[in-house]
């Protein structure tokens, strides 16, 4: 061993222990607001039977117009109220938050349940199966932090990623201006941008995005392929559980529970048309 082993030994990374954990145990998925819901209804689609307890903080959001330290410590309590509710798993639905605060929620879990994030699963994907230009849309403190850029260059450095910031598209979702001509206007500015002239792919780095996916593509026609991370997500997530066997394998009617920081009426007419008319939101402030 050298003298610099000797004087800085090397932590080791604590291997994560699941035996503790049982199928039938909920999975806890955040966001800041209602974006976090098309990562939800895709899990619900592709594992029906999984029991799923969901954390908008609508208080707090766009995360991504918050200090990295802001967003850590939104973060950091969120993941202990899922760590309190029991969940096996936890998605962070948001992109804002993966890219400033996965090590903390990494750090809270410490190993004891598995953790699905929505930009590494998405960057590996895109690394080995894209070859070409990689365009990306996200909010000020995803862009900020780089982390698809390092993400889809650790797999493969000879793609190059073009990062955008868009902040206006988070707060048109979230007051309803879907299909909107003032989105439309929004939309058709920011895909214009020099940044993203010559892209061939798109990744839409923000779980809010996806609800904008027909607007995007109309803007496109077939000239770029518009990447749905949430599908990704989702089948990343399956893989996990069905690699420490903790997919619940019973046909029992799933259970949804749903907490926000802050009612809005917004986010529950929102909510309602991503989900299906049975949601019933619980006010939880952290």
């Known amino acids: 061993m050298s003298t610099f082993a000797k004087i800085f030994p090397l932590k080791k990374k604590k291997k994560a222990d699941y035996s503790h954990l049982n199928a039938s145990q909920p999975i806890g998925v ?90 590494n699963p998405v960057a590996e994907k895109i690394s080995y199966e894209i070859h070409t230009n990689v365009g990306v849309i996200a909010t000020k403190a ?60 798109l990744i839409l780095g923000c779980t809010h995005y996806p609800l904008l996916m027909d607007e995007i593509k109309q803007y496109y026609g077939n000239r770029v392929r518009v990447i749905d991370s949430p599908s990704i997500v989702a089948n990343e997530l399956r893989m996990v559980l069905e690699q420490h066997r903790l997919l619940n394998a019973t046909s029992h009617k799933a259970h949804y529970e749903f907490y926000v920081s802050d009612l809005t009426k917004n986010f529950e007419k929102i909510s309602k048309k991503i989900f299906g008319n049975t949601i019933s939101l619980e006010l939880k402030e952290l």
């Open 142 to 201: 995803t862009v900020s932090s780089g982390l698809y850029r390092k993400s889809i260059r650790k797999h493969n450095k000879f793609i190059k990623v073009d990062e955008l910031a868009t902040p206006l598209l988070v707060p048109a979702i979230e007051e309803g201006f879907k299909n909107h001509p003032i989105t439309h206007a929004i939309i058709y500015n920011y895909l214009s941008n020099n940044k993203l002239k010559n892209i061939e792919t």
């Open 30 to 119: 955040f966001d800041s607001g209602v974006g976090g819901l098309t990562v939800a209804k895709e899990i619900k689609r592709l594992l029906p039977h999984e029991d799923l307890i969901y954390f908008g903080d609508t208080k707090h959001l766009p995360y991504g117009e918050k200090s990295k330290e802001a967003i850590i410590g939104y973060v950091s309590r969120i993941t202990e109220f899922l760590l309190e509710k029991n969940c096996k798993a936890i998605v962070i639905a948001c992109n804002s938050a993966t890219a400033n605060a996965l090590k903390e929620v990494l750090e809270l879990v410490d190993g004891k349940i598995p953790v699905i994030d929505v930009i």
